[in-house]
């Protein structure tokens, strides 16, 4: 029982460790695709900066509900509470999104070209199913549908990172201006799916 209870202290200390990566990787990402989105006026870019500091948020909760994985009682509460925080988090990014997309639609807004934008998304479509990959083995083992979901939201990061990249690589080759704003709009219902799943405390990995 003694070494059982000492694995799983080694593998909620390896969930934490790749909670801490999460925070700083996402919050590095975030500054800077929040930035470019600026600069260039891409709604697609700044949606996928936002997103990133609600990885941050999972990240933070993931963190707290690590720190309690060794009380049994507070185990459940922490996985409820941690879901429906970051639950809420992507329906106001589905609806801050779906609403700068329709209206850059509407009234034509063509977003500049965006270099540092095209490269972050490449190197997200690298790092987050590696990132994902691990938190679902710290997830079976531990018995976390709170880790499960954020490892969800990780690898939903990679599809995001994809049709970010979309978007901008036919703005920047092809000048299509359009696609920038309909990539944001593609986003939104898988966003607010994660989001809905969060709030009902399921784990959105159907």
Not at 135 to 152: F, T, Y
Request: charged share 20%.
């Amino acid at each position: 029982m003694t070494e059982l209870a000492l694995t799983r202290h080694a593998i909620a200390q390896r969930g934490r460790r790749l909670e801490y990566f999460t925070i700083a990787w996402n919050s590095l990402e975030g500054i800077v695709a929040i930035a470019a989105g600026l600069i260039a006026g891409s709604i697609s870019l700044v949606g996928f900066g936002v997103d990133s500091f609600i990885e941050v948020t999972s990240g933070a909760a993931l963190l707290w509900r690590m720190s309690v994985d060794a009380e049994e009682c507070k185990r459940e509460r922490a996985e409820q509470m941690t879901l429906r925080i970051v639950g809420a988090c992507f329906l106001a990014l589905a609806v801050y999104v779906g609403y700068e997309a329709l209206r850059n639609l509407l009234e034509k807004r063509i977003p500049e070209h965006s270099l540092p934008g095209i490269m972050l998304a490449c190197v997200s479509l690298i790092v987050m199913p590696l990132l994902s990959r691990a938190k679902r083995r710290v997830a079976a083992n531990l018995d976390s549908p709170a880790m499960v979901a954020d490892a969800k939201q990780t690898e939903f990061c990679a599809y995001l990172s994809a049709i970010l990249l979309g978007g901008l690589l036919l703005n920047a080759i092809s000048n299509v201006w359009w696609a920038d704003p309909v990539a944001a709009l593609i986003m939104v219902p898988i966003i607010a799916k994660e989001g809905v799943g969060g709030l009902r405390g399921n784990t959105c990995c159907g």
